[in-house]
Structure formats: C-alpha cells, structure tokens
C-alpha cells in the first residue's frame, strides 16, 4: 500500500480519536494532526515514525498552505458551534478555504464530516436545516452546498454520520454516550412508553473503519456534471424505530415489556405546554418530522468488515453500560 501525507482537522474529538488512532495502528500513513490544544489528544503520537502533531487553528489555517499542497488525502473533521460569527467562520469559510489550498492536481481525496441533519430521507438537503436550524446545522448546509463549486469536487467525499456513540478512558465520549446513565436510571418507566419515531446511530470505532478503508481505496471520482452534487455517505445502521430502541434497552438490562402507551405528536405538544419547555423552531421541526432515516446507510459491513455497533445493545456493551 503506497504511504499517504495525510491531513487531519479535530483529531481530538470523539471521532477523531478513533479515525486518528485506526490510522496510526493500521497504515504506515503519515500524519499531520492540526490541533488548537494538543493536550487533549489522548492518543501516543509515538507509536510510530510518521506522526505530526501541528499546533494550530482552522481559523488560520492559511499558515499551513505550503504544507497542504503536499496533501494526498485530507480529512476535515474540525467544527465549531456556539458563536454565531465563529462557527460560520470554521464551519463555513476556513473549511472550504482549506480544500481550496490543496492541490488539485496532487490531492486524491477530502474526506468531509458533515451531519445528518441536514438531509431529507432521500439523501438531498432539507430546506429546513438552511432556513430555520441551528447556527451549526444552518453553516453545515452552507458549506455543503459550496462544495461542487470547488476545483477538486469530484474528489470530495461527505459523510453523514447518524447519531453518533462513542468514547472511553482514552477517548473523550460522544454528548450521547455521555447521557446513557440517564436512560439506565428511567428505563423502568421508559419501557412502557412507544414514541412514533425512527432514527439511525453509529459508533466511533465504526467511523474509524470506514474512513480508513477510504483512504487506502478513495471512491472513483464523482461525476459533478451528471449528478450536480459531491458524493455522499450516510454514517448509519439499518433504521430502528424509537419503540423498539427503548425494548431493546430493556431487554439488555433484563425489564420486560408487556406493553407500551404511545407518545403522539398531540401528547408532545400537551408535555410542552404543561411543563412550559422552551421550544424553537428547529426543535419543534425535529417533533413534527420524527423519522430522521436516510436511503443506503453505509457501515463497515458495505465494505466486507465487521461492524462492531450493528445494533443497541452492541452501543450500550462498548458503552460499558452492562446490567448489574
């Protein structure tokens, strides 16, 4: 396998943990990890020869221009949220900036993390994301749109991953990992509620695999003329409807379900007036639309590999959330 200089933006979140550490312990790619705080990084940087930690900002990415006309593949995972100003200015400007500092010529793949949220079931842009979502939901549509305007489009791959899973004592957790205690606590009560919604999930270590099986076999370039948009992958299991996530939750820690009261759209409206919860136009979006699920999910098991979080009780095993 021919070795890769390979770019890498947010090495330091949850999916960048396991993309970086997959690279590190399976290729002999070398790697430049740019880093605002390379503290954080949990990772041995010198496991092998080949690893690159750059100190650095997106914001400025523009000081790193010479070293990414070098660049074969990058992968943009780095994003911002919170500041209105800042998050357009990474989420938006410096990170089509970076794609437009590689060379078109050299470059053979952008991998570009993306989000779910602002595809239909279709897999084509959700008016709504642009026009009423969040700053960071707004700026992801922004940027994607940009995209097929780019020199090297038909280089760029974006993945969609689905509600993401994932972290332990070596790596920071997912905000969903993070909140399955909570689940634990209620699933007594939880499990007798069905809630008219769908949704896929993935897991980190399942992101790692796919993104490293697509460096070392980049997609054939996509036709942007034909299709007038980049190639897209939805990061996902099998769609799995919320009634039956919260049986199988149950089923793991050995609660039966002998039945379940639905949750409708008129009792969620009901809960919201009673308990006066702040909802925006988004969120309310989110309640009427319900079933989040995508055409052609892509996990390890597209490619031949094994996928390690196929199903929920697989997340709440890697999650280390077992029953007492």
């Known amino acids: ?32 990890l740019l880093m605002r705080n390379p503290a954080k990084l949990q990772l041995n940087v010198e496991a092998r020869p080949g690893i690159h930690v750059l100190q650095g900002d997106l914001g400025q990415i523009e000081q790193q221009a010479e070293l990414l006309k070098t660049i074969d593949v990058a992968i943009c995972i780095a994003t911002a949220w919170g500041d209105p100003a800042t998050t357009r200015l990474i989420n938006v400007d410096k990170t089509l900036e970076l794609m437009a500092l590689l060379d078109p010529e050299r470059v053979e793949q952008v991998i570009y993390f993306s989000t779910e949220s602002i595809l239909n079931r279709e897999n084509q842009l959700l008016p709504e994301a642009a026009e009423i979502g ?7 549509s922004a940027c994607f749109q940009q995209l097929k305007h780019l020199a090297i ?30 689940v634990t606590r209620w699933i007594s009560l939880i499990r007798f509620f069905g809630i008219d919604a769908s949704f896929h999930f993935v897991h980190g270590y399942d992101v790692g695999q796919v993104v490293a099986h697509l460096v070392d076999h980049p997609p054939e370039e996509n036709a942007i003329a034909e299709t007038g948009d980049v190639r897209k992958m939805i990061l996902g299991s099998h769609a799995v409807t919320a009634s039956q996530a919260i049986v199988d939750i149950a089923q793991h820690f050995g609660k039966r379900v002998f039945f379940q009261i639905p949750i409708t759209q008129t009792l969620a409206e009901f809960f919201i007036k009673v308990f006066r919860i702040e909802v925006g136009p988004w969120d309310r979006f989110c309640i009427q639309y319900r079933h989040f699920t995508h055409a052609n999910p892509v996990s390890p098991s597209s490619f031949g590999l094994e996928t390690r979080g196929e199903t929920i009780t697989d997340i709440f095993k890697l999650s280390g959330v077992e029953p007492k």
């Open 134 to 140: 969040s700053d960071y939901i707004k700026t992801k």
């Open 153 to 182: 489009a038909p280089k760029i791959t974006t993945l969609f991953p689905t509600l993401v899973f994932g972290g332990d004592e070596q790596k920071p957790y997912s905000h969903l990992t993070g909140g399955l205690s909570d």
């Open 1 to 32: 396998m021919t070795r890769k200089r390979i770019f890498i933006t947010g090495a330091s979140g949850c999916l960048g943990h396991y993309i970086t550490e997959r690279l590190i312990n399976h290729s002999e790619h070398e790697l430049f």
